[in-house]
Structure formats: C-alpha cells, structure tokens
C-alpha cells in the first residue's frame, strides 16, 4: 500500500513563492501517475497538476497555470509543486494523491495524503 506524506506548506504573502513536497513510501512511485490537489474551505476540491510517471507530460488547473509547477524525483520517491507569485486565493489545503491508472480523472487518484495548509495573505 502506497503512503504519502505532504510537507512544505505555511504562511506567506500575496506575490511569493513555496516549494510543497510529496514523500512517497510502501510501494514504488514509478508505479503511479501523481497529483496536487486542494481544497479552500466551503469549496470543492479542486484538481491543481499532475505529473505523469516518466514526467514527459503534465497538466494544470486553469487558475494556477504559468504559476505552478509540478516535478518528480524518482531516486528521491518525491514530487514536488513549486508554487510562484501566490495569490489569496491559493489559500487552501493541498493534498499529494497517486493514480495507478491510465487517466487523469479525478477518480483515478485514490491514495491521499493527509495535507498541508498553504495560507496567503494581501
């Protein structure tokens, strides 16, 4: 069974920067197609990117693209979101999840991590 641990988030201000990371551990992560997830309170939650598992191809969220980035380290079992000129409305929680599919639907991820707050201020 797949584990992932988010790590990497906090308090910043509108206009920084922040690196999330994903730690994956149980089973290999060359097995998985992996994601960034978050989720604003009394929002849905909404998909933010996801990184395939040679990382040739990624997708984003419309409201985080040429913003966001999202990579993968192999040797290191990490994916990572680096996130640039935050804004408030980034604020929310920011979940890693893996994906044994074909898929990019949000229903193919089915390993969740526990989270990790990302607060923007103005």
């Known amino acids: 069974q797949v584990q992932l641990v988010e790590l990497g988030g906090g308090a910043v201000q509108d206009g920084d920067s922040l690196r999330l990371s994903c730690k994956v551990s149980g089973r290999s992560m060359s097995l998985y197609i992996m994601g960034w997830f978050r989720q604003a309170p009394g929002k849905e939650r909404e998909f933010v990117a996801a990184?395939?598992?040679?990382?040739?191809?990624?997708r984003y969220g419309d409201s985080v693209k040429g913003r966001f980035a999202v990579s993968r380290d192999g040797a290191k079992d990490l994916v990572y979101l680096d996130l640039t000129n935050l804004k408030p409305e980034d604020t929310a929680v920011y979940y890693c999840?893996?994906?044994?599919?074909?898929?990019?639907?949000?229903?193919?991820?089915?390993?969740w991590g526990q989270g990790t707050q990302v607060t923007v201020s103005s």
């Open positions: 999840a893996s994906n044994a599919g074909w898929t990019y639907d949000l229903s193919a991820f089915n390993t």
């Open positions: 990184i395939s598992r040679n990382s040739e191809y990624t």
